[in-house]
C-alpha cells in the first residue's frame, strides 16, 4: 500500500508540474493533479504514521525517523540542494546546444566544472564541518551555491565560455560542502536497527531531487521561453510549433530564412534559463537560512546523542 500510495501520489504532483510550462499554473489541467497528488501523499503519510504506531508494524517509512532534528533537516536540506543544483544542470545542456550550437557530446564536456567543484568541495568537507561544525559548513555550502547561481543570472546568448565555467564551478563547489554535510548528519546519530530506512529514505530523496528539479525549473523555463517569443511574420502552424521548444523554433528560423525569429528563439531560451536559475537561486538563499536556524549545533546534537544513548 505504500508503494502503491507514494507512487501515485508522485506521479500526480509530477505529471501536474511538468503541464504547468505550457498549460499554465492556474489551470484544471495542472492544479487538478497537484492537488490529487499532494492528497494521495498526505493519505500515504497518514498511513504509514498508522503503521508506525502498530507493534508489529512494517512502514515503507519509519515516521518516528523524523523526531530527529538532524535527521530531519539533513534530509530536507538534501532535497532543497538536489532542487536547486540539479533542476539548473537539466536546463544548461539545452543551453549549449541550441544558444552556443555544440554538440550533445560537447554540451556534456561543458559540464565538467560542476563534476570539478563537487569533487573539490566534498574533499575537505567533513574536516570542515568537524571544525566549524555542520550548521555553518551546510550553511556556508549552499551561500557559495547562491553565489554561483546568482552569477548565472546573468547569462547572455553571447556570454563567454570563461564566465560559464566559473559560475557552474562555484555552484558545484558549494554542493560539494553542502550535500555530503547535510546527508552525513541526516545519517549519523541513527541507531544500527534504523541505519537501513533512514539510507534508503536518504537514497530517495536524492533520486526524487533532480527529477523535481527538472520538472519544476524546466516549467520555469518553458513558460517564460513562451511568453518573451517574438513569432511577428510566422504563419500560425509555424508559429505554434516555435513555441514549443527552442529546437523546433530555431529549425522553423532556418527553413523560413529569418534570423530575427532565431534570434529571438535564442533570447527567450537564455531568458528562461536565467528565470530557472533565478528560482534555484532563491531555494539555495532559503536553504542557507534554513540550516542556520534548524540544524542544531555541535553541543546540542552532543546533547541529543547522549540523551539518546541514556
Same mark, same amino acid.
Given at each position: ?42 493519505? %500515504? ?42 533542476? &539548473? ?16 557530446? /560537447? ?36 551561500? &557559495? ?24 564551478? +562555484?555552484? /558545484? ?24 530506512? /533512514? ?47 527552442? %529546437? ?24 528562461? &534559463?536565467?528565470?530557472?536559475?533565478? +528560482? ?31
Amino acid at each position: 500500500m505504500g508503494l502503491l500510495l507514494s507512487s501515485a501520489g508522485l506521479v500526480g504532483l509530477m505529471y501536474g508540474v511538468i503541464r504547468a510550462g505550457t498549460a499554465g499554473w492556474a489551470t484544471a489541467a495542472v492544479l487538478g493533479p497537484i492537488g490529487a497528488g499532494v492528497s494521495v501523499l498526505a493519505l %500515504f503519510a497518514a498511513w504509514e504514521a498508522r503503521l508506525s504506531r502498530r507493534r508489529h508494524g512494517t512502514p515503507l517509512v519509519d515516521v518516528a525517523l523524523f523526531s530527529s532534528s538532524r535527521f530531519t533537516w539533513g534530509v530536507l536540506l538534501t532535497a532543497f540542494g538536489a532542487l536547486s543544483l540539479f533542476g &539548473v544542470m537539466f536546463t544548461l545542456p539545452q543551453y549549449f546546444e541550441a544558444v552556443r550550437a555544440l554538440t550533445a557530446e /560537447g554540451a556534456g564536456m561543458r559540464l565538467l566544472p560542476v563534476i570539478g567543484g563537487l569533487v573539490v568541495g566534498a574533499v575537505p568537507a567533513d574536516r570542515l564541518a568537524s571544525r566549524a561544525g555542520t550548521k555553518i559548513t551546510v550553511a556556508v555550502g549552499f551561500a &557559495v551555491i547562491a553565489v554561483g547561481l546568482g552569477l548565472g543570472t546573468s547569462m547572455t546568448v553571447h556570454s563567454a565560455g570563461a564566465f560559464t565555467d566559473m559560475w557552474t564551478f +562555484l555552484t /558545484g563547489l558549494g554542493a560539494g560542502l553542502a550535500f555530503a554535510t547535510a546527508a552525513s548528519a541526516a545519517v549519523v546519530e541513527l541507531s544500527p536497527a534504523s541505519s537501513g530506512v /533512514g539510507s534508503a529514505l536518504l537514497q530517495a530523496v536524492t533520486k526524487l531531487g533532480p527529477a523535481f528539479g527538472a520538472a519544476v525549473l524546466g516549467s520555469v523555463l518553458n513558460a517564460s521561453y513562451r511568453s518573451t517569443l517574438h513569432v511577428a511574420g510566422v504563419p500560425a502552424a509555424l508559429a505554434s510549433a516555435a513555441r514549443s521548444s527552442v %529546437f523546433v523554433a530555431l529549425a522553423v528560423a532556418q527553413g523560413q530564412g529569418s534570423s530575427p525569429l532565431a534570434a529571438s528563439a535564442r533570447a527567450a531560451f537564455v531568458h528562461g &534559463v536565467n528565470s530557472a536559475t533565478l +528560482l534555484a537561486l532563491a531555494l539555495a538563499a532559503a536553504a542557507v537560512v534554513l540550516a542556520l536556524v534548524f540544524l542544531p549545533t555541535r553541543r546540542a546534537a552532543a546533547q541529543a546523542s547522549r540523551s539518546g544513548s541514556a
